[in-house]
């Protein structure tokens, strides 16, 4: 496959997308009548609508899968035009053995291929795209394109204050020809060593210091956003964005790091309000129907919001990922981002899967 070309700079970007939720649903009502919680709480105070489930047969592996045979179909490539396959996950099924291998397995890929897993709670979708990206911007792909993956599940304990916040969710995109996008090959970046959010080798929950997770979120946030802006006018500068995407863990998370980022720009409430309620509240339907899908979360909401662009318009993509590392893209929609065909992927699982209640959830969790 041809790299396109634009002066010296060479493009690149996503060329396909295939998305994948799981078959069972709970409204977060639910569960708060389960806990004994204001279903508010969970609605109006944390903003979350439902948790995408898995049955107890599913999870990550066909997740992934499924969002890669999607994107695949949709990309109408040959299996032999991908050089790597990178999978962002967070919920590795082995220590040793990549998901990457899963995949490569049921989609019958093997060769002269990169197949690797990545690492970095929420951040490791981002990080599997940025490397395919600047493996395809340093020429090392040789014309091929990528498969990279971010799938997971995620759960809490029982009763523990995350649990609203559950889902589940996997996006595969081809990178290669920036039909859908081209990805800017300059990123912003931003990390800190913190223990906000981890899960410790053999423990099956997350560990979580909550308000620690809220601040470094919105550290990152600003951090990465002022550096994106540079000596710019924020205002003037954003407005020139169609959407802002972010990680979404729970909408509520997301409207906090705006307000914050608002502060530090020394906008008032108004302008705050019209950035979140324009640019970043319509990017997160999706989310609200699946809940936190970690890698996934935020492009899941970045794919959302592709559909429908007007080639040429731009949004940011702010990833974030526990311990922390987070990095803030610019992606440029490219002619088959308004059709938007993988909404139908979106749209068909929504419809198809199961709504559970209470009783069945306690016993799905059992
Ligand atoms: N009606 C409306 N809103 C209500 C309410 C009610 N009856 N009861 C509480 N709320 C609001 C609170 O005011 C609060 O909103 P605010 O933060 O805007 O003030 C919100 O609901 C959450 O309440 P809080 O008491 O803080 O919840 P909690 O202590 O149970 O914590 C989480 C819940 C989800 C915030 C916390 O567990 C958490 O941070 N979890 C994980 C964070 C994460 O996912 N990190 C991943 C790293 S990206």
């Excluded at 109408?76 to 082995?94: C, N, P, R």
Aim: hydrophobic fraction near 40%.
């Amino acid at each position: 496959m041809q790299e396109t070309r634009n002066g010296d700079a060479m493009k690149t970007g996503i060329a396909s997308i295939g998305i994948q939720f799981p078959p069972l649903a709970m409204p977060v009502e639910d569960l708060a009548r389960l806990r004994g919680e204001d279903p508010n709480k969970y609605t109006v105070g944390l903003g979350c609508k439902e948790m995408a489930l898995c049955p107890s047969d599913y999870g990550v592996v066909e997740l992934a899968v499924q969002a890669a045979r999607r994107a695949i179909e949709r990309w109408g490539g040959s299996l032999d035009d991908i050089g790597l396959i990178a999978v962002g996950t967070e919920t590795s099924v082995d220590m040793s053995r990549p998901l990457s291998a899963w995949v490569a397995s049921e989609l019958g890929i093997k060769g002269a291929i990169r197949s690797y897993e990545v690492k970095h709670a929420c951040y490791g979708g981002t990080l599997a795209l940025r490397q395919a990206v600047e493996w395809r911007l340093s020429g090392a792909a040789r014309g091929k394109s990528a498969l990279v993956i971010a799938s997971d599940v995620s759960l809490y304990a029982q009763g523990d204050p995350g649990e609203p916040t559950q889902g589940a969710g996997a996006v595969a995109m081809i990178v290669g020809e920036p039909l859908i996008a081209e990805i800017d090959p300059i990123s912003y970046a931003y990390s800190e060593p913190a223990f906000d959010f981890w899960r410790p080798v053999g423990h099956d929950y997350p560990l979580v210091e909550g308000p620690l997770s809220l601040e470094c979120y919105q550290r990152a946030t600003s951090e990465c956003f002022s550096a994106l802006i540079g000596d710019n006018d924020p205002e003037e500068f954003l407005r020139g964005f169609a959407a802002l995407c972010f990680h979404v863990p729970f909408p509520k998370m997301v409207k906090k790091a705006v307000q914050r980022l608002g502060e530090s720009f020394g906008w008032d409430e108004a302008t705050t309000r019209f950035f979140f309620e324009e640019k970043v509240d319509p990017t997160m339907s999706w989310n609200r129907r699946c809940g936190n899908a970690y890698t996934a979360a935020l492009w899941i909401s970045v794919a959302q919001t592709l559909k429908g662009l007007r080639e040429g318009e731009r949004i940011t993509a702010f990833s974030y990922g526990s311990g922390f590392g987070a990095e803030l893209l610019v992606l440029r929609a490219g002619p088959l981002a308004k059709r938007g065909e993988w909404a139908n992927d979106v749209e068909g699982d929504f419809k198809r899967r199961s709504q559970i209640d209470a009783k069945a959830y306690a016993e799905l969790r059992a």
